[in-house]
Every structure is written in structure tokens, then in C-alpha cells.
């Protein structure tokens, strides 16, 4: 059926595999396309590599059977990112439609050369999921820039070629080099540029083919210019413009410059009417006199109607789960155009690669003179072997013939192939939006049917590891990107090339998989709270990191911060960050000496954890006075950031880099965390061995010392964390000029329900011990809440009035100047409204009565300058998720104020210590209610939140979970969950499974995420001020 023209017959000369080892990629147990009868045609198709290949298919065929044809032929599994396209009659390149005939649509097929190109650019390159997709992306980047559609500044344009040179020649050898970029061109300012690609050519080395493409990949995404093709356009006044479509929405360019975006979620509607094409937007609550419908001018109906489609398909392609269904055909009158997408979305697409097993195919790479075995294993060769004894052992690895040269290859393991990649689509929800003739209705996405509130980011990871001895940095458009690839996980940046598929943490094992590991792996409950011990100190060296290193990096050099806080903070950090440097790696070692991966041949002496702890211990007691040091430096931080907007401006900017996923006045609270950590493991150590285990006697002397240095250091660490509580509290709240009082203490905030004059109205209260503040969330740019009264709790008197008012769960509150009648969402949350509020008028009733500042303080309409965003209204509008994981917006709407109002629950004081002294990581399985497979993460429980992350390495998280609200229990028999050590999250429709791998890890994680859940009383917080004395 394929008939190659005008090119020598060298087997693996196309793309794909050689003739001899050609295969489908069609699901398993299907053939090739049925071809419907009729006279056999010849269509040419020019690849991506500028081959041409000769198809034989009949005059009735449609368009899906050719492309599926030309995937078949390259042995393309993920072809859905591409399409066919091809000049028409009327000069115009348009999309080959697969629903239709090819020769309703291809007038004369002769004279026609069909090009197969990228249709569809997703946002991170990481959810291609072959190699052979991602070398096809990096040639169409190639040609992209040839021919000058992909633009960018002059280091941005030697760095790309620079990489396309290294993974068709290999390494640097100057000669070679430079006569190589003589023969070929590939940007049109190649020759003024040759030296800088020459200079970034030479830092390559090392660096395979797979890695150069996916380099290429991870610049070329960040330009503006990426996977845009421009349509020319004029707005109502006549101005030239462009627009163009992507996976986030609708774009306007002017030149080369974007001037505006709409988002999916901000468009309700698309349509064209002749020469006009219309965007209709939702109403915007900030913006009353903002523009309901745009109108731009194109050339004709039919460039309006081309570029209509394909704004259909890539909303379908990104936007929905499944391919939406064909609607019914009238029975008198049509209405507009029958176009809708026709494929599978991108989401099938990543789940039909997951869940299916292929073959690993080689392929060669036309331009490329390397001498390399495409596709045949992820894993460089010296990783091959290292994994090999762990391959044989789980019966997942098998070996082949290569084609190419090597006597023996691994082949990929096919659980690797299960790998998601990514969260992005997960965060995207379910769109019910179906193109609808002419005019496409675009739905709102209901995100709480699948992942609510699920925060992204990008992720940057490779298919293969890779060690280059150069570590620069470059420009891409203007913005620093660093290109440092050989840096090791002990504790520094990992490398960008260090994929979740080379580690024992990155993919989803099957279930033989995990009988085999749990079953090779110890199971004495000592090894897994030891396994504990090294899994939150992988967290807490990365806490200590965005202090050490990001906050050093972003503000630590700025001549707004004086030297005497530098030093203050830095001088006592590093000591600190340096010493757990060390103990993670004895740790680490320990623990492969216990399962036997290294020195397997001597067990008995190593079986324990109590000795390290030890030895660590007694280190960690010379820094002592570092710790003491760091509440100074919180102390001296804000009262700098008071006095210096430039420095209030600095630390802003940097909560919102993603590195910095909690509030930062908390990580400079971590280490006294840390020692509650170390107390906690060591009491479960030692409950767990009996007095005569050889580590009991080292545990016990741990314990001691660690008891030793937390009574030492809790009375800082309660002042600590109120002061840090009242710093956060203060950014959340306007109309009020000095939270941060001394003396005064949090002690609860939550929703109550005030009653007015309009009824029952929703508000905030924040309970301190000398005041109770209620606030609303206003519409302000700033997202915050704003203070409308305050409640001096001297002489305040409580009082239930359910039978008063006829309102549930209400209570009156009478003070000196006003009363107040709220009502609580539930019996259980009036109660501890009550209990809190009562503890609180009896200190300040102890006190000398209200402070001046309570009675003098002034209720102003200011807006806060620190925060700018649009403002949020609904619980969808916090749990929606980005549809692009390239962007994190600067408003302070996912705090643990806002996931309060929104859950109409409220927390105490007594909470945040525990949920941050709770703090618990490690590696779980995460199921969706709907989904079939386990997806593998890393897992970070701390700040009544989960954060996710592809592997413990990672330096921030892909999305994270607010638990505040959601119940924890163990699936039922009905769910079908037939697997061990599973734990189920719900709120009211979201529903998540978790699945551990022991039953001491499944009982810690069900412990800790319910003290996020449970609220605890006031009892708790008066007994947490005397602690136990081991």
C-alpha cells in the first residue's frame, strides 16, 4: 500500500522502522484501516523530514483513512498532535478534514503534495510521551525557524540551532562544526550568528540526540512565537492585526508582538458571520464597561471559516475529555456549518498510551550522523546495566537483536509506558463544551467533577539522564535559563534531564510489579518508620533550600537587604543546611544497606536506624544557638520590610515563585519543626522495639537528647509560630492598620453566618485573644478581606439564641459597645466557636482590659498595594484549574483563609501547629474516582494541604490539594477498589484513592491527614504549652 518514490530502497531510511521490522501502532487485535472499494489512487505526503512518500488509497476513502495510513507507516502511537495540510484551490492552506471524502475536498490529487506538520502545540513537551513524537516536534521547530515563523532574539536563535547541530553531528569538534553550518542553514541570520552557535555548540558534549530534541523542545515552548500560525486581521478602527489560536485560548498579535489573549475560560462563544469573526466573552465582575462581544475583519468567509475550525479543534483537542459526539442531522432546515472536532482529545490520547503496551520500534533520524538506536531504551547505556538485575528480577525487561550494530539492547520496561507525564489534564476538569455549527458555544469547564483545586505549574523533565561537564546560562527572549545538567540530587539543583521513568519514584508499576518489590524489601515495622525518617528529610533539605539557595539567589544579593540581616540570615542557615546535607546521606546509605542494594551480603549490623540517629543528634545540639537565631532573623525580616518598601516588594515577588509553595516566614520555622519531627520518630522507635533490640539502648539515648533540645526551644517556637500566624493573617486582611500587635495571640478564624437586615450574610471572623474581627471578601484587586468591625472581648458576655431568632446553630455575643448574632454552618463548629470564644473573654477579662490600639483603630477602604489580581467569587473560580501549566497568577486566593470561606469551615491555632509539626512525604499511588490506572507521586503533607510532585528531586510542586473540609475513610466494597493499604478522600462530589505500600506508611498517612481534617479543641493548646519532659 506504500510505495516510496524517487528514493533509494536503504532499509530504516524513512521515518519509523526499517521494511523488516515495520509494525502497527493500531490498538492491539485491530488491522490497518478498512479500505472502502473503488479505483486506487496515489496521494502524495511529504514528512517532516522533507521525504515523500506515495500512498495508494481509493477514490472513496475518507481523510482519516489516509492519516491513519501515514501513522501507521512512521509507527506514530501519538499522531494525534498532527495533521494533514495542503494548498487549496483557492491558494489558501487548509487542514485535511478527516470526516470527509478526500476527494470532496482534494479537487486534483495528482497536482496535490500533502504535508504532514504539527497540528496541535501542547504547553510542555514532557506530555509527548515517545521519543519519536518528540524527535517529530524537533523537526518541525526546524523548519519553523527556516522559514523565519518562528522568531526570537539572536541568543534564543543560537541556542536552538546550537541544539539541532549537536543531534546531527554529535559532539563538538570546531572543524566539523563551523563547515556543517556552511552546508546548512537554519535561521536566515545564520552567518552574523555562527560564532555564538559555535560558543553554546561547545557546552553540548555528552548530549544525545533525544536529549538535544528535548532541549530544543523545552526553549523553543517558552518563545511567544511557539506553534503560532497568524491569520491576517483588522479591528473595527481598521488596524492591522493577527490572530492565531493555542492551547490556552485565542491570541491577538500585532507584528510579531501578542497584544491580548482570551482564555477558554473567558470565551463564551465563537462564531463568524461572512467577514467578521466574533468572540463572546463572559461578564466581568471588576470591569463594568468591559467589551461583552469583539469583532475583527478577515479576507474573506473562507479564511474566517479556516480559522474558525481550527479554533473548534484546538479547544475540542485541549479542552474536553472525550471527542465529542456527532449531533443529530435536522430533518428540514440546517443551521450553520456541521463541522465539530473528529479524534481523540488530548487527554485519551495520554491515557491511551498509558494504558496501552507497544513494542519499542527503532527509527532513524535522517539528518542525523549519530550512530544511535533510537527508541529501543529510555536509559543511557550506563544505567542499562545498572538496572539490569532489577529488570531480570521483576520479569519486565527483555533483550533483542539490534539492527544497528550492538549485539544486545534493553528494551523498555512496559509499566514505563503507563507514565502520564504530566498533571495538566487531570487539573483541567471535565468541558461538556461541543462545537455547535457556526456558532461554537463554549461551556464553563466543571472542574469539581474531577480535580478540584488543583494549582499547577510547569514540569521540566526529560526522557533520558544525561552528565555535560559545561554549566552556563543563556538568554531565551531576554529571560535567564539554566542549562546546568550534571548537578547530583545529594542535596543541589537536580538534573533538568533526570526523568521520573529513570527512578524507582517516577512510574506506575503494575500490580506483579509491586508483589515483587514488597516482597524483596524488608518488612519489619522498624525499617519502615526508618524509611520515614529519610523520606520527610528529602523534604525538609528542599525546605531549607529556598531559604539557602532561591532566597539567597532572588534577594539575598539586593542592596535593599542590609548586610547585618544578610548575615543574620544566611550565616546561621547554611550551618544548618550543610549538617542535614551530610545526615541525609548517612541515612540514605543506612537504608540501602538494610534492603540489601548495596553490601547486601551483611544485613544483621544494619538492620537499625537508632545509631545514625544518634550520632546526628548529638551534632545537631552545637546548633543550638543557629536555631535560636532564626526567630531573630523572622523578627528582623519584617521589621526591615516595614521600613523598606523596596525589600516589602522583594519578598512579595518571591511567594510567587513556585520554589516558594508555603508562606516564607514558615520555612524560617522549619528546623524547630524538624527537632518535633525527629522527637516523634524516635518515640515510635521506641515504642516499637522491646528493651533487649541491640537499637533500643541508641534510640533511647536519641530521644533523650532530642526531648532535651525541644524543651529548650519550645517556648521561641509557640511565640514563633502566632508571630508568623499574625504575619500571614496581615496579608489577607485591609482596613486595618496593626494586626501584629505584642500580646496579642490567634486563636481561631472560620466562617459564621452575621444576621443584618438582609438576613443572614456570610462573613469572616478572625478570634483573637483580645478581639474578635469579622470581615467580608470585597471585590478587590488584592483578593483580601476587608475589615467592617471589631469586637473587644473585655466585658464580652456569650449566649445561645437558637430559640431567640429561630436560626440553627446561632449564638448572640454582647460587648461593651454592640451585639452581634451569628450562626455557625453545624452543631460541631458552633461548639467550637463557643469554647474558643468563652477561653478568650477569660483572658482578656484577666487582662487589664482593652488595649488603645482596639479602641482607637480605624476602619479604612485602603487597598493593600502587595497583591494584584483579579478577584475570585466562587468556589469554581478557586478550584479551576490554568489550562496552561506555564503560568502562576500573583493573587492570594488559595490561602488557608480563602479554602475556609469557600468551605464554610473554620481552623484554630491549634491546627496550623499541628499540621505543620504533622508534616509527612513520600511516594503514593493516586487514583480519580472515574480513571482506571494508579498514577505514582511524591507527596508532601504539610499546611492542611497535599502538594504534588513527580519525584522527591523536583524543586516545586505540580499541583496541590487544600484537605480543609474533605473526610478521610477507607473505600467500601461497592467502589471495586480490590487493592491493600487504600485510603479515599471526598468532598461532596470530588473523590480521590490513595494507596500506600505498607500498612505502617497507610496508618501514618490516614493519622496525619486526619489532624488536618478533625479540628482540635483549646484543651489540646493549653496542654501543647507544657510539653512532656522525656
Known amino acids: 500500500m506504500v510505495e516510496p518514490e524517487e528514493r533509494p530502497s536503504v532499509a530504516g531510511q524513512r521515518l519509523g522502522a526499517p521494511e523488516s521490522m515495520g509494525i502497527s501502532t493500531l490498538e492491539p487485535g485491530q488491522r490497518p484501516p478498512t479500505m472502502p472499494p473503488g479505483r486506487q489512487v496515489s496521494i502524495r505526503v511529504q514528512m517532516l523530514d522533507d521525504t515523500q512518500e506515495v500512498f495508494e488509497v481509493s477514490q472513496r476513502a475518507s481523510g482519516k483513512v489516509l492519516f491513519d495510513l501515514v501513522c ?311 544505567l542499562c546495566a545498572e538496572g539490569q538485575e532489577e529488570r531480570n528480577a521483576s520479569a519486565s525487561g527483555h533483550q533483542m537483536d539490534s539492527p544497528i550494530g550492538r549485539t544486545q539492547v534493553t528494551v523498555e520496561n512496559p509499566a514505563l509506558q503507563r507514565y502520564t507525564g504530566s498533571l495538566t489534564l487531570q487539573t483541567n476538569g471535565c468541558r461538556n463544551g461541543t462545537p455547535d455549527e457556526a456558532d461554537t458555544r463554549l461551556k464553563p469547564s466543571p472542574t469539581k467533577q474531577q480535580a478540584e483545586h488543583l494549582s499547577t505549574g510547569p514540569v521540566s523533565r526529560s526522557p533520558q539522564h544525561s552528565e555535560s561537564p559545561s554549566a552556563g546560562q543563556v538568554m531565551v527572549n531576554g529571560q535567564k535559563q539554566s542549562l546546568n545538567l550534571g548537578q547530583s540530587p545529594d542535596g543541589r539543583q537536580p538534573s533538568p534531564l533526570t526523568s521520573p521513568l529513570l527512578t524507582d519514584t517516577g512510574f506506575v508499576r503494575t500490580d506483579d510489579e509491586d508483589e515483587v518489590r514488597r516482597k524483596r524489601f524488608p518488612t519489619d515495622k522498624a525499617y519502615f518508620i526508618a524509611k520515614e525518617l529519610l523520606t520527610t528529610e528529602r523534604t525538609y533539605l528542599k525546605d531549607l533550600e529556598v531559604i539557602t539557595v532561591s532566597f539567597q539567589k532572588s534577594v539575598g544579593k539586593d542592596e535593599a537587604l542590609p548586610d547585618s540581616l544578610r548575615n543574620l540570615i544566611f550565616a546561621n542557615f547554611e550551618p544548618v543546611y550543610k549538617f542535614h546535607e551530610t545526615f541525609l546521606k548517612d541515612v540514605e546509605q543506612r537504608l540501602a544497606q538494610w534492603e540489601g542494594r548495596s553490601n547486601a551480603h551483611i544485613k544483621g549490623d544494619y538492620q537499625r536506624i537508632g545509631d545514625v540517629m544518634l550520632k546526628n543528634i548529638q551534632g545537631l545540639k552545637l546548633l543550638t544557638a543557629n536555631f535560636q537565631k532564626h526567630s531573630e532573623a523572622l523578627l528582623e525580616l519584617e521589621r526591615m520590610c516595614r521600613s523598606s518598601r523596596k525589600l516589602e516588594g522583594l519578598c512579595r515577588d518571591f511567594e510567587l515563585q513556585k520554589v516558594c509553595y508555603l508562606p516564607l516566614n514558615i520555612f524560617f520555622l522549619r528546623p524547630l519543626h ?229 468551605r464554610n469551615t473554620s481552623v484554630s491555632m491549634v491546627d496550623f501547629s499541628v499540621a505543620l509539626e504533622n508534616q509527612l512525604s513520600g511516594n503514593l499511588l493516586r487514583k480519580f474516582k472515574n480513571s482506571n490506572g494508579w498514577q505514582k507521586l511524591w507527596v508532601v503533607f504539610t499546611n492542611f494541604s497535599l502538594f504534588f510532585y513527580k519525584t522527591h528531586q523536583d524543586e516545586y510542586p505540580l499541583a496541590s490539594l487544600p484537605l480543609l473540609g474533605y473526610s478521610i475513610t477507607i473505600p467500601s466494597e461497592s467502589e471495586n477498589i480490590h487493592k491493600d493499604y487504600v485510603f479515599k478522600l471526598h468532598f461532596k462530589s470530588h473523590v480521590y484513592y490513595f494507596r500506600s505500600e505498607s500498612e505502617y506508611t497507610f496508618e501514618r498517612w490516614m493519622e496525619v491527614i486526619r489532624s488536618a481534617t478533625c479540628s482540635s479543641s483549646h484543651i489540646r493548646s493549653l496542654s501543647r504549652k507544657e510539653p512532656h519532659v522525656y
Request: charged residues 25%; positive net charge; aromatic residues 10%.
Open 674 to 902: 524538624r527537632l518535633m519531627h525527629y522527637k516523634q520518630i524516635l518515640e515510635r522507635l521506641c515504642k516499637h522495639y522491646p528493651p533487649t533490640h541491640d537499637d533500643f539502648r541508641d534510640s533511647r539515648a536519641a530521644l533523650a537528647d532530642v526531648s532535651e533540645m525541644v524543651v529548650q526551644l519550645h517556648g521561641t517556637l509557640i511565640k514563633m509560630e502566632n508571630f508568623q500566624k499574625l504575619l500571614e493573617l496581615k496579608k489577607d486582611l485591609t482596613g486595618i492598620d496593626n494586626l501584629a500587635l505584642p500580646g496579642r495571640e490567634f486563636i481561631r478564624l472560620g466562617c459564621l453566618s452575621k444576621l443584618s437586615g438582609k438576613g443572614l450574610q456570610q462573613r469572616m471572623f478572625f478570634l483573637f485573644n483580645d478581639v474578635l474581627m469579622y470581615t467580608s471578601r470585597g471585590l478587590t484587586a488584592s483578593n483580601q478581606f476587608k475589615v467592617h468591625g471589631q469586637l473587644p472581648l473585655y466585658g464580652m458576655t456569650i449566649r445561645e439564641s437558637e430559640d431567640e431568632w429561630g436560626v440553627p446553630h446561632s449564638f448572640t455575643l454582647f460587648g461593651q459597645r454592640q451585639s452581634v448574632v451569628v450562626a455557625a454552618s453545624s452543631a460541631s463548629e458552633m461548639e467550637k466557636w463557643v469554647e474558643d470564644i468563652k477561653m478568650a473573654i477569660e483572658l482578656a477579662d484577666k487582662c487589664n482590659g482593652p488595649s488603645a490600639e482596639i479602641l482607637s483603630s480605624s476602619f479604612t477602604d485602603s487597598k493593600s498595594p502587595e497583591e494584584s489580581s483579579a478577584d475570585q467569587e466562587s468556589e469554581d473560580d478557586l478550584s479551576a484549574s490554568r489550562t496552561s501549566l506555564e503560568r502562576q497568577t500573583p493573587h492570594r486566593g488559595n490561602t488557608t483563609v480563602h479554602v475556609c470561606w469557600h
Open 72 to 382: 501507521a507507516h512512521l509507527n506514530l502511537i501519538e499522531g494525534d498532535y498532527f495533521g494533514l495540510e495542503y494548498q487549496d484551490q483557492r491558494k489558501m492552506i487548509v487542514w485535511l478534514d478527516l470526516l470527509k471524502p478526500i476527494f470532496k475536498q482534494i479537487r486534483r490529487p495528482k497536482n496535490t503534495i500533502l504535508r504532514f506538520v504539527v497540528k496541535f502545540f501542547p504547553p510542555d513537551h514532557t506530555q509527548l510521551l515517545e521519543e519519536l513524537t518528540r524527535y517529530l516536534f524537533a523537526l518541525q521547530i526546524k523548519h519553523d525557524l527556516a522559514c523565519g515563523r518562528l522568531t526570537c532574539n539572536e541568543s534564543s536563535a543560537a541556542l536552538l540551532v546550537s541544539h539541532i547541530v549537536q543531534s546531527e553531528i554529535g559532539d563538538f569538534d570546531e572543524v566539523q562544526c563551523k563547515q556543517h553550518l556552511l552546508n546548512n542553514k537554519y535561521i536566515p541570520e545564520q552567518d552574523t550568528l555562527m560564532d555564538k552557535i559555535i560558543e553554546y555548540h561547545r557546552k553540548h558534549i555528552g548530549q544525545t540526540p533525544a536529549e538535544s530534541d528535548y532541549q530544543l523542545l523545552e526553549i523553543a515552548r517558552r518563545l511567544e512565537m511557539y506553534g503560532v500560525r497568524l491569520y491576517p486581521a483588522k479591528d473595527r478602527e481598521g488596524t492591522k492585526l493577527s490572530l492565531a489560536v493555542a492551547h490556552s485560548g485565542v491570541l491577538v498579535f500585532q507584528g510579531h508582538t501578542k497584544i491580548n489573549a482570551f482564555n477558554w475560560s473567558k470565551v463564551r462563544k465563537l462564531s463568524f458571520k461572512r467577514k467578521r469573526f466574533l468572540i463572546k466573552l463572559r461578564p466581568d465582575l471588576n470591569q463594568s464597561n468591559c467589551q461583552d462581544t469583539l469583532e475583527f475583519m478577515m479576507g474573506s468567509r473562507d479564511c474566517c471559516k479556516v480559522f474558525w475550525k481550527i479554533c473548534v479543534e484546538y479547544h475540542a483537542f485541549f479542552r474536553l475529555f472525550e471527542e465529542p459526539k456527532p449531533k443529530p442531522k435536522p430533518v428540514l432546515f440546517t443551521r450553520g456549518s456541521s463541522f465539530r472536532f473528529s479524534g481523540r482529545t488530548q487527554r485519551q490520547v495520554i491515557d491511551y498510551v498509558k494504558d496501552s503496551e507497544f513494542k519499542k520500534v527503532p527509527f532513524e533520524r535522517k539528518h542525523s550522523k549519530i550512530q544511535s538506536n533510537s527508541s529501543l531504551s529510555p536509559f543511557p547505556p550506563r
